[in-house]
């Protein structure tokens, strides 16, 4: 059969196609509403139906991993936080955690309890951006309006602590830039109880919603062997019944005390759909809140203390390497540190979750209708920039 090749967005191929041919190229993207940003689809269509879909990335490219070696040890913070912009705080974690471990430095145990809160406050926003989004994708405008309106309390203690709305730089190597403004855990409390009353609304308009269910069920099915071969984690791997969080499997932070261990749970589902990973998305955002509960409880009963430890004017990693990765909001975010003695990284490889999971994309869009890839890619819950790194 001839190929017809039809384009939709920025960079699109020319139609080239005869009367009767039945396979044609789609492009979305790069510049399409439905890919979250710069990331395009090359598709091969028989009718509706997906015969092959290959994701083309690099256009939010910056050379993040280029730039660490250009940047000291306190200046690199700046640049990882930016590849996720939903997970700043949880970025940051990885490098500084990394650092640490090269020097044999040990975390006042208040820093470390502040990190863990600040950590599923963050974990919080990322997941309340993709109850809203997903649905506005699938015709549904309201759960936006109730997502934002939780993002945005939550986004205000945030940012009274850190100074940031986005991008909190506010982790330091052996610790926090400062302790926390007086009064802010009962804030704290005060937006977490706020967030918590709000959940309800999405098991009501969006997981009872008959429409909603019928786009997502049994639709954009990944199993456990996909996810496990593409690397695929987070949610999304949950959501096909692997069984894997770094915070109960290597707890690092607060994560391996008993006052979280009891209230960790690691939310699994078995039907690896887009409705499975909307649920799993939902219950991880609840227990993430009873999570900081357990933290601000705790930090409550700390006695005051130091959040960081006293650094030279020139701070430099001896020579080696290690490898520290965290439980981000949408996977596995890993550092491969390599150091010469030197104030910068020799080599800071960035293992980012978004990249492994958006290849699974190949696996899941053949087979299925072009009504419903949209609701296949917005399930996947990823951020472009965190793909390109």
Known sequence: MRETTVGIGAGAENFTGTAGTTDMVLNIGPQHPATHGVLRLRMLLDGERIVSA?????????????LFEARDYRQIIMLANRHDWLSAFSNELGVVMAVERMLGMEVPERAVWIRTLLAELNRVLNH????GSYPLELGGITPVFHAFNGREDLQH?????SGGRMHYMFNRVGGLKEDLPAGWLGRVRAAVATVR??????????LGNEIFRARTAGVGVLTRAQAEAYGVSGPIARASGLDLDLRRDEPYLAYGTEELRRVLTVVTREEGDCLARFECLLEQTLNSL??????LDKLADLPPGPVNQRLPKVLKAPEGSTYAWTENPLGINGYYLVSRGDKTPWRLKLRSASF?????LTELLPGTLVADMVAILGSMFFVVGDIDK
């Open 290 to 295: 009873d999570l900081a509960d357990a933290c």
């Open 157 to 161: 203690v945030l940012e009274e602590a």
């Open 356 to 360: 492994n999971n958006i290849q699974a």
């Open 54 to 66: 290959e994701p083309v990335i690099g256009y939010m490219h910056r050379g993040a991993e280029k």
């Open 197 to 206: 009353s709000q959940l309800p609304v999405f098991e009501d308009l969006v």
């Open 128 to 131: 309340l951006m993709f109850l």
